[in-house]
């Protein structure tokens, strides 16, 4: 299985954050994420929720590809109470899953809390 998290391990704090939509920032290892592997559309439906979720201090969105290319993003709290869940009917994600964590308004990679 590959993870994307494995790949980007490197970064772990951000020198940098970028202007994303929905009033989020993107660190540089969420950036990396989007342009290696062509994902932006992840961390748009993370921000699309951010309205619904912002009594949610902490959010995990997982990204997990099937072998049908169609994909499953999910949101938990951290403790494993899922918040939200979109089906993806199609993707031409490159690896077989990816995880985000999602504090106050930054979107970053685990590896850089």
Known sequence: MRNVNDEL?????????????FGMVITDGVKELCDRFQ????????CSYQSSLGAE?????KLLKNPD???LVTC???????????????TDFDADVANVWC???????????
Request: hydrophobic content about 30%.
């Open 39 to 46: 994902c932006f559309w992840f961390v748009d439906v993370v």
């Open 69 to 71: 290319s169609s994909a």
């Open 57 to 61: 201090e902490f959010q995990s969105w």
């Open 9 to 21: 391990r490197e970064y772990n704090c951000s020198d940098n954050y970028y202007k994303y939509g």
């Open 76 to 90: 938990d709290n951290g403790n494993g109470k899922i918040l939200k869940s979109q089906r993806i009917p199609w």
């Open 103 to 113: 504090e106050g308004n930054v979107v970053l990679l685990p590896s850089e809390h």
